[in-house]
């Protein structure tokens, strides 16, 4: 996957493939943390990355909703399976069963597609947090620079 730095990201000029390059200028192989990059150049791409992290986020959210729903299904599944067998006799028997459908292909695909759900939803979170961090900072810079 290419990344674009900060600086190369509003030029278009470069690409690169190392994805800390997006925030941190140094490992650009293009700029090379030059100071090409102004605090405007900050403040004019963070809002529109934030913009664009927010969305992935509500659709991440509704992702997440998805694959929870598949797993409440699977789980009802099991629990309806169970309550129909009229082999099973004791609390007990119930439990083996339980666990044997919990291990099976249907519910363990439902739990994996939960699990990728909430590790991208994580993820996209706190990349939106970090996005808005360095909104601030370069807010905070340009008002020492205005003020000095």
């Known amino acids: 996957m290419d990344y674009f730095c900060l600086f190369c990201e509003g030029s278009g000029t470069q690409r690169t493939t190392d994805r800390h390059a997006v925030t941190d200028l140094e490992d650009c192989s293009h700029c090379k943390g030059t100071t090409r ?4 150049d900050l403040l004019l791409h963070l809002p529109g990355e934030i913009e664009r992290l927010s969305k992935a986020v ?32 004791n609390d007990q ?27 991208d939803y994580q993820t996209l979170k706190i990349d939106r947090q970090l996005a808005m961090n360095q909104l601030e900072v370069a807010k905070l810079m340009v008002q020492v620079q205005l003020a000095a």
């Open 37 to 40: 990059l102004s605090l405007a």
């Open 58 to 89: 509500l659709r991440s959210e509704v992702r997440l909703h998805q694959a929870q729903a598949q797993v409440d299904a699977a789980t009802a599944e099991n629990e309806r399976t169970i309550a129909e067998d009229s082999g099973l006799k």
């Open 93 to 119: 028997q119930r439990k083996a069963k339980r666990s044997e459908l919990m291990q099976g292909e249907a519910y363990q695909t439902a739990q994996q597609r939960l699990q990728k759900a909430q590790e």
